[in-house]
């Protein structure tokens, strides 16, 4: 094969899964319930966000929170602080792609 195959997980629950990390892309994965969050960090590369269930609510830098649902793809730049949750009954899922990988940057 000249493919490789990557899974991520299919549920309702919690989860924060890293599918791809090789030194080009990271690809993460997660799924939110509501009221679930990530850890308030700044943003370690150039970061797109596919949003492909529910609404994201994120809150950059010292900005109000803005909202993004299913369908939307948002990009943030490399060092910029981020608040990511979901305040909505709909489960929220999405991925995290890192261009360049993380590992450029150090």
Partial sequence: ??????????????????????????????????????????????????IVRGTLTISLDEQLPSKYQKGNILNIPFDIKMHVFNEDEEILEFFVVKSPSPQNYQ
């Fill in 1 to 50: 094969m000249i493919e490789k195959n990557y899974n991520y997980q299919i549920n309702d629950e919690k989860i924060i899964e890293r599918i791809i990390s090789d030194g080009n892309v990271d690809i993460n994965h997660m799924i939110l319930p509501k009221g679930g969050a990530l850890p308030v960090h700044n943003s370690n590369s150039n970061v797109y966000m596919i």
